[in-house]
């Protein structure tokens, strides 16, 4: 798993439908978060509506923690970010979720993100628990992301930065050798001469190199370069005297 | 406002949910998107549960283009991406949205990112009409994210560049327009069909998606596809009946 002693925690306060706790479960599990602690849910837990809505994320609510207050849901971390749109008057940092992930990925001890209820967002004795604050930088004219929105974001760039979630490898075969290239250029030339394409004669010499360009440019691999013969001698003599491509 | 020329276009292809429609609006409003087009929505267009999801990115659905085929969403689109989870036997360059981002910012000319319908995703014939493939990097163990959270995540790294990134000076033409590149897929298929190359009929389709896949590789501008129609018409006719090419 990419779970790791880094791994933010996430907090919501005083959360309101079930079905955005498990909207948040789906957007943490889907990038490796798998801590969750709720404070004072509104309609109390566990709440019905949350699993539906996690699709399949079950680990993360069946693992959280409830607390009555703020000050006991985190108590034993190091680290604790609010997540709000930016107010006058903060007098904490203010970090993006790319810098917070830096900072947790670098931290030794717990991290949390705290995210506050859906319509209020966090009060300011809640913002005051924490040492920083992660805003998204959003559209300045028109910020309505919601809890499961800014959660995704946040795990998001946690994931980023986890060793074992490479972005996907690709096995994409290698162009072909120059010489296989060169001898698809040398077929389709011929073809050329043959159609009189290349006239006058001098400038026969600055159309191949146009042409040189033009094919040099796909990067095409190996059977794709045969399937461009392939294709070449099928136009040229008609499917039965032809080899079948691939 | 953040939009300049290169923000890519939306692109949802066979979406369902009036709902689902109405999310993406918004998730792409938070980050600054505003240009949406729809191919063949299962309900019609408009529909009436997308405002309401769409939470007052009311003007992201008012704009919102609606075509029949993919082809004509995406005929003036240089840069095409698909959305997908990786599959094998992927021909194409999959890279994250971050990198996505990166090329969109710096690329001249229009780019357009497609997001297939709720549970099926995009089809083959679809990820064919794409030059490169933009894979989230996922949970391994627990994939299972929504449409609206596909749009947020390539939105959100597309806005987070644009207070970096300056308009790009770069004098390369840009691909041509999709709608140039199927003619001369269009030519090509015609010659080949002629000299009897797609048989037997049952494989037809799977070769035409091979070459179409190869044939959008190389991201030919409009004067090389020309060339290409070029030699095409001389290959076919002889150079006397065909245009010479520049």
Same mark, same amino acid.
């Given at each position: ?5 880094? *791994? ?16 948040? *479960?789906?957007?943490? =599990? ?83 993100? =705290? ?65 296989? =290239? ?65």
């Amino acid at each position: 798993m990419m779970q790791n002693g880094h *791994a933010p925690i996430i907090i919501l306060v005083r959360p309101q439908l079930g079905e955005n706790i498990g909207k948040a *479960a789906r957007a943490m =599990l889907n990038f490796g978060l798998t801590e969750m602690r709720l404070v004072a849910p509104r309609d109390g837990w566990p709440n019905p509506s949350a699993g539906p809505a996690a699709s399949g994320a079950d680990i993360v609510l069946a693992n959280a923690q409830v607390f009555e207050t703020l000050g006991e849901a985190v108590a034993d971390i190091h680290h604790v970010y609010a997540t709000t749109v930016r107010k006058r008057g903060v007098t904490k940092p203010v970090v993006t979720p790319e810098t917070a992930a830096d900072e947790i990925c670098a931290a030794p001890g717990k991290s949390a993100i =705290l995210f506050g209820a859906e319509r209020s967002g966090l009060d300011s004795s809640e913002v005051g628990m924490a040492r920083k604050i992660i805003t998204v930088p959003i559209n300045p004219d028109f910020g309505s992301l919601n809890l499961a929105q800014a959660v995704i974001l946040c795990a998001y760039e946690w994931s980023k930065r986890q060793q074992l979630v490479s972005p996907p490898a690709t096995e994409i075969a290698p162009p072909a050798p120059q010489a296989e =290239l060169d001898g698809m250029i040398e077929q389709l030339f011929s073809m050329l001469n043959e159609k009189g394409y290349f006239y006058p004669p001098d400038r026969t010499e600055v159309t191949q190199g146009t042409l040189r360009n033009l094919l040099t440019k796909p990067g095409w691999n190996s059977g794709e370069v045969r399937t461009v013969r392939g294709m070449l001698s099928v136009l040229k003599k008609g499917k039965g005297d032809a080899r079948t491509p691939d």
